[in-house]
Structure formats: structure tokens, C-alpha cells
Nanobody, 123 residues
Framework: QVQLVESGGGLVQAGESLRLSCVAS????????MGWFRQAPGKEREFVAG????????NYSDSVEGRFTISRSNAQNTAYLEMNSLKPEDTALYYC????????????????WGQGTQVTVSS
């Protein structure tokens, strides 16, 4: 069982930046693939970014490539999502996920999800 707790969301203006954090805790302190999804009101949940166990591989959706950066600190069991040049269309509830399979990173089905942190970008 893995528990994920997100933080760092908030209200910003277009063009500004935010950094989201996701702290993972598990009984075996194992390493997991981690990632971020988001869901805007009235829209389907979508993949944002993912990072493998070592941090050596990352994957981004086309809509955030070049603006967002995912990273992790295994010493702190934390994944980060640095979001720059934010746009109003980035407004959504952002969820952290953890999984064991890198090939599944873009899929909707992951065993562990956080509760979400709200990001609102005003124009």
C-alpha cells in the first residue's frame, strides 16, 4: 500500500509558475514510478508527466512539454512537478500517481492515487 499526498497548488496568473510536490509513503519503502494527471471541470482526466524509478526517464504530454518538468528525490520519497509559463487551460485538479510498470505510465489505471491539489490560472 502506498499513500500519496500532494501539495503546492494555488491561484496564479497566466505566465507565472508553481511547483507541486507529492510525498509517497509505503510499508516497504519501495521505489515506484511516479507521475501526474489532471482533470479540469467537465473534461476527462489526462496524463501530464511521469518519471521512472531512478529519474533517468521522463515522459510528458504534448500540452505541457517544454513548460513543465517532473523530477524526484528518492531520499525524500517525493516527486515534483515544476510548472512554468502557466496558461488558463492548465487549470485543473492535479493528481499524483504511483505504479510499478513504466509502460503503463500514460494509462488511466494506476494502483495508487493522491487526493489532488487544485491549480487555478487566471488570465
Amino acid at each position: 500500500q502506498v499513500q500519496l499526498v500532494e501539495s503546492g497548488g494555488g491561484l496564479v496568473q497566466a505566465g507565472e509558475s508553481l511547483r507541486l510536490s507529492c510525498v509517497a509513503s509505503s510499508r516497504n519503502n519501495g521505489l515506484y514510478i511516479m507521475g501526474w494527471f489532471r482533470q479540469a471541470p467537465g473534461k476527462e482526466r489526462e496524463f501530464v508527466a511521469g518519471i521512472d524509478w531512478s529519474g533517468g526517464r521522463t515522459n510528458y504530454s504534448d500540452s505541457v512539454e517544454g513548460r513543465f518538468t517532473i523530477s524526484r528525490s528518492n531520499a525524500q520519497n517525493t516527486a515534483y512537478l515544476e510548472m512554468n509559463s502557466l496558461k488558463p487551460e492548465d487549470t485543473a485538479l492535479y493528481y499524483c500517481i504511483a505504479d510499478n510498470a513504466w509502460n503503463n505510465i500514460r494509462n488511466q489505471w494506476h494502483p495508487y492515487w493522491g487526493q489532488g491539489t487544485q491549480v487555478t490560472v487566471s488570465s
